[in-house]
């Protein structure tokens, strides 16, 4: 990870209007501010794609938290993203079922489309792929999931249509 | 048969608005309790019915809900969480009461707050359910409408708010402590118990945790009473249970019965037995971190106890079968990864044991393992046993490792003996 500046941490400006609207939402309805700190992470990623160190930095100022404890929480969670992600995240998942029903192949078909590996962003931005855990779909593993949809019973004829509705 | 929990739910239909619901006897439970029962008749009705925790510990509900301070001199607010976290690998059970029936969860969870007299109510759910998310939002707007959440329920006097909340992906959120710091905006580490969250929980004030599938039990025990509930099962275990099996079945998916059913009648006939081909060798009963049950416990009754004394767990009722054309070394891999990756890193056993378990074993399945190896895992089921970690995610990571090493104990030896895997994975 970069370094934090702390000259930064001054520098509330660093979020939006609208993102501060929304935290602002998620803070009355806790007993203090730090408490909103994974709600103004998650409005954060969700207008940027990810969270930057002057993310953290702008969230912590905002929150009254130092950067350290905010990127603690940020760096804690799968779906906080410290490092930028393509447009569209693709989660595979790796848990047990989809194992024993094979999201190997699926995976390696996916290298094989995309030329990427898990962690890896196309050079378009298009796509990141990522393992991730148990989707709970399991009595039709294979699963993976694109942004919000869930891809059930997935095989390898599956994928070039599922990924031309994304790019 | 009956079955309370999932008679109304379709699977591809949209689930029941508020008012479906409420023709269908939805919010009676609620009607009836609020103008006829004190909150600890509740208490008591729900103890007396039997009702075990669904979330994979198998407390009394009942009993959980009666150590909280009650009276005019107990702390508020109080909070009553439902815990829909679902991240236990091979997990799918809460899914389907959350996207088929939510307001059946949102009649629970009031049932309950009620019951603790909880000010605040708060959902917990994973971050992948977004269907299920999209539906909740919209019940609980309609539930504020009818007036069944917010001020003075039903002219009750009882008032409750209640807000979704979605985790961002851990398992140890689901971790009833856990759960509390990552509602609290804080990394999801386990607090030391006690004190205990009834006591002392979200923001250090009396709160339950139960489960999705324990809540949604709640307003049909209030309709047909204790007696009913425990003539639903065929076992000492009262209710139904939501079952699931997943794996190389013919028909793999998720059924309500009556809790006490056997592995083999899941199998067989709800999962239509084996696909063509394959063999059953070994089954999780309850999710990842069960201990393994094979074909000499197909007659085994699933349900706590009788799970239990096989030496396994029934868990979450999810069980994952593992054929014979699955490596048992790279299967226990895999459970390894996943609990390696997901261990909090809050205490030392748990946060360095985990990642080299799933060290050894990928190089066992990669054919470097020795026989020493096959020793130290060994060793590792008790250094990471119960006891000595802070929370029970190592300890039940540590359960399929054991099991596997008892059942499938050739398998480990021929790695090693062969220098590859004999399934050529
Ligand atoms: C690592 C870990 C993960 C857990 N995940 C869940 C979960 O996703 N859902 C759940 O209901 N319980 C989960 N539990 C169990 C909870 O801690 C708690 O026992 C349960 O929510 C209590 O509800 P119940 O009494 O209704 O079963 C988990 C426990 C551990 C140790
Ligand atoms: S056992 Fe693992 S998950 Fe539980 S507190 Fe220790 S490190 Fe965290
Ligand atoms: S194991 Fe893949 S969806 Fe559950």
């Given at each position: 990870m970069?370094?934090?500046?702390?000259?930064?941490?001054?520098?509330?400006?660093?979020?939006?209007?609208?993102?501060?609207?929304?935290?602002?939402?998620?803070?009355?309805?806790?007993?203090?501010?730090s408490?909103?700190?994974?709600?103004?992470?998650?409005?954060?990623?969700?207008?940027r794609?990810?969270?930057?160190?002057?993310s953290?930095?702008?969230i912590?100022?905002?929150?009254?938290?130092?950067?350290a404890?905010v990127?603690?929480?940020?760096?804690?969670?799968?779906l906080?993203?410290?490092?930028?992600?393509?447009?569209?995240v693709?989660?595979?998942?790796?848990s047990?079922?989809c194992?024993?029903m094979?999201?190997g192949?699926i995976y390696?078909?996916?290298?094989?489309?995309?030329?990427?590996?898990?962690?890896?962003?196309t050079g378009?931005?298009?796509?990141?792929?990522?393992?991730?855990?148990?989707?709970g779909?399991c009595d039709?593993?294979?699963?993976?999931?694109?942004?919000?949809?869930?891809?059930?019973?997935?095989?390898?004829?599956?994928?070039?249509?599922i990924?031309?509705k994304?790019? | 048969?009956e079955?309370?929990?999932?008679?109304?739910?379709?699977?591809g239909?949209?689930?029941?608005?508020?008012k479906?619901y409420?023709?269908?006897?939805?919010?009676?439970?609620?009607?009836?309790?609020?103008?006829?029962?004190?909150?600890?008749?509740?208490?008591?009705?729900?103890q007396?019915?039997?009702?075990?925790g669904?979330?994979?510990?198998?407390?009394n509900?009942?009993?959980k809900?009666?150590?909280v301070?009650?009276?005019?001199?107990?702390?508020?607010?109080?909070y009553?969480?439902?815990?829909?976290?679902?991240?236990?690998?091979?997990?799918?059970?809460?899914?389907?009461?959350?996207?088929g029936?939510?307001?059946?969860?949102?009649e629970?969870?009031?049932?309950?707050?009620?019951?603790?007299q909880?000010d605040?109510?708060?959902?917990?759910?994973?971050?992948?359910?977004?269907k299920?998310?999209?539906?909740?939002?919209?019940?609980?707007?309609?539930a504020y409408?009818?007036?069944?959440?917010?001020?003075?329920?039903?002219?009750?006097?009882?008032?409750?708010?209640m807000h979704?909340?979605?985790?961002?992906?851990?398992y140890?959120?689901?971790?009833?402590t856990?759960?509390?710091?990552?509602?609290?905006?804080k990394?999801?580490?386990?607090?030391?118990k006690p004190?205990?969250?009834?006591?002392?929980?979200?923001?250090?004030?009396p709160?339950?945790?139960n489960?999705?599938e324990?809540?949604?039990?709640?307003?049909?025990?209030?309709?047909?009473?204790?007696?009913?509930?425990?003539?639903?099962?065929?076992?000492?275990?009262?209710?139904?249970?939501?079952?699931?099996?997943?794996?190389k079945?013919?028909?793999p998916?998720?059924?309500?019965?009556?809790?006490?059913?056997?592995?083999?009648?899941?199998?067989?006939?709800?999962?239509?037995?084996?696909?063509?081909?394959y063999?059953?060798?070994?089954?999780l009963?309850?999710?990842?971190?069960?201990?393994?049950?094979?074909t000499?416990?197909?007659?085994?009754?699933?349900?706590?106890?009788?799970?239990a004394?096989?030496?396994?767990?029934l868990?979450?009722?999810?069980?994952?079968?593992?054929?014979?054309?699955?490596?048992?070394?790279?299967?226990?891999?895999?459970?390894?990864?996943?609990?390696?990756?997901?261990?909090?890193?809050?205490?030392?056993?748990?946060?360095?044991?985990?990642?080299?378990?799933?060290?050894?074993?990928?190089?066992?399945?990669?054919?470097?393992?020795?026989?020493?190896?096959?020793?130290?895992?060994?060793?590792?089921t008790?250094?990471?046993?119960?006891?000595?970690?802070?929370c029970?995610?190592?300890?039940?990571?540590?359960?399929?490792?054991?099991?596997?090493?008892?059942?499938f104990?050739?398998?480990?030896?021929?790695?090693v003996?062969?220098?590859k895997?004999p399934?050529?994975?």
């Amino acid at each position: 990870m970069q370094q934090i500046h702390t000259k930064e941490i001054t520098k509330p400006e660093y979020l939006t209007d609208l993102e501060r609207n929304e935290i602002d939402h998620e803070v009355a309805l806790v007993p203090h501010k730090s408490a909103a700190v994974i709600e103004a992470l998650k409005i954060v990623q969700h207008y940027r794609g990810w969270i930057s160190d002057d993310s953290v930095n702008a969230i912590a100022a905002y929150l009254q938290m130092s950067a350290a404890e905010v990127d603690s929480v940020a760096t804690f969670y799968n779906l906080i993203f410290r490092k930028p992600v393509g447009r569209h995240v693709i989660l595979v998942c790796d848990s047990i079922s989809c194992y024993v029903m094979k999201y190997g192949d699926i995976y390696k078909a996916l290298q094989e489309k995309l030329k990427i590996r898990f962690g890896e962003t196309t050079g378009d931005q298009c796509f990141t792929l990522l393992p991730n855990c148990c989707l709970g779909c399991c009595d039709h593993a294979p699963a993976l999931m694109i942004d919000n949809d869930l891809y059930k019973d997935v095989t390898i004829d599956m994928l070039d249509r599922i990924l031309t509705k994304y790019t | 048969m009956e079955r309370p929990l999932t008679q109304y739910i379709h699977p591809g239909c949209p689930p029941f608005d508020f008012k479906e619901y409420e023709m269908t006897g939805g919010y009676s439970a609620l009607q009836k309790a609020l103008k006829s029962m004190t909150p600890q008749e509740v208490q008591k009705l729900v103890q007396d019915s039997g009702l075990k925790g669904r979330g994979g510990a198998g407390f009394n509900t009942g009993m959980k809900w009666s150590f909280v301070p009650m009276g005019e001199d107990a702390p508020h607010p109080k909070y009553l969480i439902a815990n829909a976290d679902e991240m236990e690998p091979g997990t799918f059970k809460d899914r389907l009461l959350l996207e088929g029936n939510p307001h059946q969860l949102i009649e629970g969870m009031i049932l309950a707050a009620y019951a603790i007299q909880a000010d605040v109510s708060y959902i917990f759910l994973r971050w992948a359910y977004k269907k299920a998310a999209q539906l909740l939002r919209k019940s609980i707007q309609e539930a504020y409408a009818a007036g069944v959440l917010g001020k003075n329920i039903l002219g009750s006097g009882f008032s409750l708010e209640m807000h979704l909340h979605t985790g961002v992906g851990r398992y140890m959120c689901g971790e009833e402590t856990a759960l509390l710091n990552a509602l609290e905006g804080k990394r999801a580490t386990p607090r030391a118990k006690p004190p205990f969250p009834q006591i002392s929980g979200l923001y250090g004030k009396p709160t339950i945790v139960n489960n999705v599938e324990t809540l949604c039990c709640v307003p049909h025990i209030v309709n047909n009473g204790a007696e009913w509930f425990k003539g639903l099962s065929n076992s000492e275990d009262s209710g139904t249970k939501l079952y699931g099996v997943s794996g190389k079945v013919n028909n793999p998916g998720c059924w309500e019965l009556p809790i006490g059913v056997t592995m083999r009648e899941l199998i067989e006939e709800h999962a239509l037995g084996m696909k063509n081909g394959y063999q059953l060798k070994g089954v999780l009963p309850g999710g990842a971190s069960t201990d393994f049950l094979t074909t000499e416990h197909l007659d085994v009754k699933m349900d706590f106890a009788s799970v239990a004394a096989a030496g396994s767990r029934l868990g979450t009722g999810t069980m994952v079968v593992m054929d014979d054309a699955t490596c048992p070394v790279g299967f226990v891999h895999n459970l390894q990864h996943f609990f390696a990756q997901e261990s909090c890193g809050w205490c030392t056993p748990c946060r360095e044991g985990l990642p080299w378990v799933e060290k050894m074993l990928l190089s066992l399945e990669q054919g470097n393992g020795t026989n020493e190896e096959l020793e130290l895992l060994q060793l590792h089921t008790q250094l990471l046993g119960p006891g000595n970690t802070f929370c029970a995610l190592a300890p039940g990571a540590m359960e399929p490792l054991q099991s596997a090493l008892k059942y499938f104990k050739e398998d480990f030896e021929m790695h090693v003996a062969l220098h590859k895997c004999p399934y050529g994975e």
